[in-house]
């Protein structure tokens, strides 16, 4: 799969812009790896590959364990390894992902309202947004991990 355009090159004011968002919420007060763990799990979703790799990455360096990483998908099974905030933020950050389908129904909110404080949950719905949008211009546009062979 070759790039179709470089997106950074054509439009860097509006990049720009999406990174003033992620400067935000990288200020917010939320947990950066609980932002990470939202980011990737938002962008298994989408099937993000670029991204996929960037947040995996980040949060090993934040020294996330692998078996935490590799069972992100599956969270919810996963017993004690995500903690009742990430749970809750997680779950949001599906429902809010898959809005076309779920709606974000009023057990959905209360759920997460009950974990976090109301600017945490607009801070937290910001970044869902955000990394849905810089999903869909890297998959729009192809742009491929760097550890993925292009040819």
Request: glycine share 6%; charged share 25%; aromatic share 8%.
């Amino acid at each position: 799969m070759s790039k179709r355009l470089d997106y950074n090159q054509i439009a860097p004011a509006g990049i720009k812009a999406l990174g003033t968002v992620y400067g935000y919420i990288a200020q917010s007060g939320l947990s950066p790896v609980l932002v990470d763990l939202v980011y990737l799990r938002v962008s298994q979703i989408n099937n993000c590959a670029y991204c996929l790799d960037m947040h995996t990455r980040d949060l090993l360096k934040k020294g996330q364990a692998i078996d935490k990483l590799a069972l992100l998908q599956a969270w919810r099974e996963a017993g004690a390894l995500f903690d009742a905030r990430e749970r809750a933020a997680l779950a949001w950050a599906e429902s809010v992902t898959r809005v076309a389908e779920t709606a974000v129904p009023d057990e959905a909110y209360e759920a997460a309202r009950a974990v976090f404080e109301e600017r945490e949950l607009v801070d937290l719905t910001i970044a869902i947004g955000l990394m849905n949008a810089y999903n869909r211009m890297a998959i729009s546009f192809r742009n491929t991990p760097k550890a993925v062979a292009v040819g």
